[in-house]
T-cell receptor
């Protein structure tokens, strides 16, 4: 089945230690998104790629970076995680039209010690 | 900019009873409206969406939603709730100008036996 895969499902890191989360898709969608979701809150868009074009949300901290080496993969890098970055990180993909469904991966739960 | 309000933070319903979740949106043009469901520790799954045509939309898992332009609403309904419907439900609106979604804060549904 075509899908969105996120690895790892759970990630524990130390305060200030860089961490990378990965997302891959078999849907061949142009657009890939990274969301941060804290407990009992709505997903918050961090940035998205349209093909190789990177689009950062205005309020996304510089501590968060992303890479998309090819259509299938996208990475979220947190350069110096703080305690406030502990959250669920969701990857989603879609075709580039407003009416298109976003397909979400299962998420990576990040814990910062 | 578009926005979504979900007035109910938490709803408790008995198994077999009907369920209605409210969603109000703000957007100047014809909106693209979505309902997603999120089970604990999982990603989001699309239940249904509306972007044109019949204002009563059928989705998966027995859910339906009705678009009412005059009330700027897109309420989600299910005639008979199952215990497996316990989850978080998010309403979202997409704009014609881009392919990003604005999510509501979510409604948590608890199903009691």
């Amino acid at each position: 089945d075509a899908m969105v895969i996120q690895n790892p499902r759970y990630q524990v890191t130390q305060f200030g230690k860089p961490v990378t989360l990965s997302c891959s898709q078999t849907l061949n969608h142009n657009v890939m998104y990274w969301y941060q979701q804290k407990s009992s809150q709505a997903p918050k868009l961090l940035f998205h790629y349209y093909d190789k074009d990177f689009n950062n949300e205005a309020d996304t901290p510089d501590n968060f970076q992303s890479r998309r080496p090819n259509t299938s993969f996208c990475f979220l890098d947190i350069r110096s995680p703080g305690l406030g970055d502990a959250a669920m990180y969701l990857c989603a993909t879609a075709l580039p039209r407003a009416e298109e469904t976003q397909y979400f991966g299962p998420g990576t739960r990040l814990l910062v010690l | 900019a578009q926005s979504v309000t979900q007035p109910d933070i938490h709803i408790t319903v008995s198994e077999g009873a009907s369920l209605e979740l409210r969603c109000n949106y703000s957007y100047g043009a014809t909106p693209y409206l979505f309902w997603y469901v999120q089970s604990p520790g999982q990603g989001l799954q699309l239940l249904l969406k509306y972007f044109s045509g019949d204002t009563l939309v059928q989705g998966i898992k027995g859910f339906e939603a009705e678009f009412k332009r005059s009330q700027s609403s897109f309420n989600l309904r299910k005639p008979s709730v199952h215990w497996s419907d316990a989850a978080e439900y998010f309403c979202a609106v997409g704009a014609t100008a881009d392919y990003k979604l604005s999510f509501g804060a979510g409604t948590t549904v608890t199903v009691r036996a």
